[in-house]
């Protein structure tokens, strides 16, 4: 595609649909074109992660996935809207404008990574660096009918990503196409100096092993939108007219996933936007003369967001002498527990097949009446795997009324590149749509 | 009287703990980086060197030593922290349980851990219009931090105490000059059932002044049957008094949780194949029990110079130890600069062993050795260095006359008395009160 086509589909992308904070003016031929998610750092851009509180941050360094991509020979063409730090699965908690999904304006792309998932999608060839924590990269894959690609926690760098709960952040990738996945994700894994957790990862193989025999966990099942379970059903007809064995499972384990996800994320959150105090970078619009415990509670309290703040007190809360041990510890544990059972699993099985969403891109009017509950709950099906580390990829596997329904796939610590053989093979028997649109 | 102490000291680390920056002086705000400026997308890497001199410290320590240690979070908001919250150890400290000793008294150590210095502030201008400048130069200096158990029991010996363990520690790990003036320290001190907290005082002087003040303050109150309230204080310098500190820091809830971007670390194996080297005042106290020299004299002897304290160990191989330290502690270390060289030692040893079997007169061994040190006789004053040495004997021989001494200096009379006695009157009174009274204060 033409740098002018991508071009105006990038403005398209930015105005009509939001999905972009900042680009740049012009693009490089000569180059492949990748966008990051505004959570990631990268010199000339500012870095706001969907937050007001970093009004005007421009970070002095590249993100270690933004720069071996254009190390590759890719241009930074810009950064992509999101939840304020994460914090959401519509991306309506944004600071700079809600992303619009382009199969149908009026409903969600999905978040926290919605941006990326509508730049992904409006953009052939376009490979979107996104960000999951309890599901920011598989929900808006699904939502917005794209392929999203969840490493195992460590496999990508963190270094220049701005911290949501940083025993859960993942860099991944959202694009068409598993073969456009497939090729960036192996640039941007491997070790880093910059971020330890990332130096104990075992070498990337050069190919995956097509996964034979698939587990659905039967309490995935339920309470899912009947299109979506009707969706699903065919998807799973499909992988089985192809050859590959599907056995239902049972894993009751997977209910203590969001408790323990929420509390997990939410206390290192707390302590991760401890740092946003209207010192040393970002915005600084209170009076400087007074005591710093009311200057900082002020910028907090002007610049964070809702559920940002919702966030901080959830994880304070579970940080407190007291609730500490019956709260984080215990999540820890439940963490450790799921890991264990997915292993089980991994033993006769070589990925855990799910619906990725439980309904289809809802409309922003249907947000608007959800309790911050109804909405943690929608991710019931992206927070273990999130939990637990373990990769996951989402793929479009149906449409109902021309709105993609996705399945997720996930496998053992490391096994990336079996699921990115998956998709290619799932690719070959299944086309992928992509919405029209008018230039 | 119950003190406990929590220090922190400075690791000699070219670079900071977590991040590359070095820990040299620079002019304010120099020496930072986007990761110990806490930027958002940067984080840390850990010191391997910070580490491992922690670990040694902590196995000096005698600590158990755990196998695995991770780092924590401790949240407080302060200008000076600049992720406002403080990368540390608390559940996995890198030792617990030790025990440091301290003029012969076994002192327990409750942990040792490693964690970041906060940046500095500074405050300028007329109060009331004070402008604050916060310098980050020290954000992510690496510092180890030591607790002891409440079992001092004065305010001389927890001075004595971090006296002595910084002399062990700069022999150890080569632990930064720490002068007196700038060790900070928090001690807990209780005359009775309620400890009070007096927070981050500055100097061993302080220390000690600030201890003092708060054990007459707390006994008074007891005195007067009232209760001692457990508190957090702080030392006024200016008013010499301990004061409630206006922030309660010990009521607040640092919300601890581990520090997930730096994973944990395996050190038993890098602490059990340490080799610790034998620090200063174990030697003196190894000196004490396998010589059966005086703890004053070997004390004076390791701190003097760690290879003076060689030769006297090989002296003491060929003649009776109190043989050994009037040579040593006597003309062989007044002329330590040309008799260094290890090459002059098998000499010297002869010419010790030579005095000892009486085949060599006191006097001609004397000569010999400042022979071998290049001293021309003439100029010498052979006399001098002869005073010398029955002064050297006398106090060698005469401990209790040394401690007398650090209480009433005219204890000195009684060496004065015997020297005048032994010399016969061959040197002049004056020049015998001078140099016992050299001799006795190089000793205390």
């Not at chain 2, 010498?380 to 200096?409: Q, T």
Request: charged share 25%.
């Amino acid at each position: 595609m033409s740098a002018s086509v991508t071009s105006s589909l990038m403005r398209l992308a930015q105005q009509r649909y939001r999905a972009f904070v900042e680009t740049v003016d012009h693009l490089d031929d000569a180059k492949f074109h990748f966008s990051a998610k505004d959570n990631l750092c990268a010199v000339g851009f500012q870095a706001r992660a969907g937050s007001a509180i970093l009004e005007g941050y421009v970070p002095p360094f590249d993100a270690t996935p933004i720069r071996r991509l254009k190390d590759a020979g890719g241009q930074l063409i810009g950064k992509t809207t999101m939840d304020e730090f994460g914090f959401g699965t519509f991306s309506v908690n944004s600071a700079h404008g809600v992303p619009l999904n382009p199969f149908d304006i009026t409903r969600s792309c999905g978040g926290s990574s919605g941006g990326a998932g509508a730049a992904a999608c409006l953009i052939p060839g376009h490979v979107a660096l996104g960000v999951s924590t309890g599901g920011s990269i598989s929900g808006p894959a699904c939502f917005c009918g794209v392929v999203g690609l969840s490493p195992t926690y460590g496999r990508v760098s963190r270094y220049g990503l701005i911290d949501y709960g940083n025993s859960l952040d993942k860099v991944g990738l959202l694009a068409r196409s598993a073969s456009l996945v497939r090729e960036h994700f192996r640039t941007i894994a491997g070790p880093d100096p910059k971020d330890p957790t990332s130096c104990a990862q075992p070498t990337l193989p050069d190919k995956g092993r097509r996964p034979d025999s698939l587990a659905i966990p039967t309490e995935a099942l339920t309470n899912l939108d009947p299109a979506v379970r009707k969706g699903f059903q065919e998807a799973v007809g499909r992988l089985k007219d192809m050859g590959v064995q599907v056995k239902e499972i049972s894993m009751p384990s997977l209910r203590f996933a969001m408790p323990a996800y929420y509390i997990l994320a939410t206390s290192e959150a707390s302590t991760n936007l401890a740092r946003y105090c209207g010192m040393r970078f970002g915005r600084r619009e209170e009076e400087l003369n007074q005591h710093f415990n009311d200057f900082f509670t002020g910028v907090r309290s002007v610049s964070f967001g809702d559920e940002a703040k919702r966030r901080i007190l959830l994880g304070t809360y579970c940080r407190m002498v007291g609730f500490r041990s019956r709260y984080y510890l215990k999540s820890l544990a439940v963490r450790q527990m799921l890991i264990e059972k997915y292993r089980k699993i991994f033993q006769e099985h070589q990925a855990v097949l799910t619906p990725t969403m439980p309904f289809i891109a809802p409309r922003f009017e249907e947000i608007s009446r959800m309790k911050p509950l109804e909405m943690y709950g929608a991710d019931f099906l992206t927070i273990p795997p999130n939990l637990t580390g373990m990769p996951h990829i989402s793929l479009p596997c149906a449409y109902v009324d021309g709105l993609p329904i996705g399945m997720q796939l996930v496998s053992d610590h490391w096994h990336e590149m079996d699921l990115l053989e998956m998709a290619s093979v799932w690719e070959g028997a299944f086309e992928y749509h992509h919405p029209e649109v008018r230039l | 009287m119950k003190i406990g102490l929590e220090m922190h000291f400075q690791l000699p680390t070219r670079s900071k703990l977590f991040c590359s920056c070095p820990t040299s002086s620079a002019a304010p705000n120099h020496n930072v980086c986007p990761v110990c400026l806490g930027y958002p997308g940067s984080r840390p890497s850990l010191n391997r060197k910070a580490l491992e001199i922690g670990v040694s410290i902590a196995r000096f320590m005698n600590c158990k030593m755990e196998e695995k240690v991770w780092f924590s979070r401790k949240t407080y908001f302060y200008p000076d922290l600049v992720k406002n919250f403080q990368i540390t150890q608390y559940e996995s400290p890198l030792g617990t349980d030790g025990h440091f000793e301290v003029n012969g008294r076994r002192i327990g150590i409750w942990r040792v851990h490693l964690e970041e210095d906060p940046g500095r502030i500074k405050r300028v201008g007329r109060s009331g219009e004070e402008i604050a400048f916060v310098d980050y130069n020290r954000s992510g200096i690496p510092l180890v931090e030591i607790v002891t158990a409440p079992d001092l029991t004065s305010p001389e010996e927890a001075r004595d105490f971090i006296d002595q363990l910084i002399i062990e520690l700069r022999s150890l790990c080569g632990l930064e000059a720490q002068d007196e003036q700038s060790i900070r320290v928090d001690a807990n001190i209780s005359m009775g059932q309620e400890r009070v907290e007096v927070k981050n005082v500055q100097g061993l002087k302080n220390l000690e002044r600030a201890l003092r003040f708060e054990s007459v303050r707390q006994s008074k109150l007891l005195a007067a049957d009232k209760k001692v309230v457990r508190e957090t204080r702080r030392y006024d310098e200016e008013r010499k008094v301990t004061m409630p500190a206006r922030d309660k820091e010990t009521e607040e809830d640092y919300g601890y949780i581990g520090e997930p971007d730096l994973g944990e670390y395996r050190i038993g194996e890098m602490a059990r194949s340490l080799d610790l080297k034998e620090t200063p005042l174990a030697r003196a106290r190894r000196l004490v029990s396998a010589h059966g020299v005086n703890e004053t004299t070997a004390k004076q002897l390791v701190l003097t110079s760690s290879s003076l304290t060689d030769l006297f160990e090989e002296l003491c191989r060929v003649v009776p130890p109190e043989k050994a330290v009037t040579w040593t502690m006597g003309p062989i270390s007044s002329n330590w600069s040309a008799l260094q060289r290890p090459e002059l030692w098998p000499e010297l040893a002869s010419i010790v062993r030579a005095d000892a079997d009486g085949s060599l007169t006191d006097n001609e061994a004397k000569r010999r050795i400042l022979s071998l040190a290049g001293v021309k006789q003439e100029e010498a004053g052979p006399e001098s260095s002869d005073l010398i040495m029955i002064i050297v004997e006398y106090v060698e021989a005469h401990p209790e006359v040394l401690a007398d001494y650090r209480k009433n200096p005219k204890a000195a009379n009684m060496v004065i008395g015997h020297v005048m006695k032994e010399s016969k009157g061959r040197h002049s009174s004056k020049e015998v009160v001078e140099e016992v009274k050299k001799e006795l204060d190089k000793r205390v």
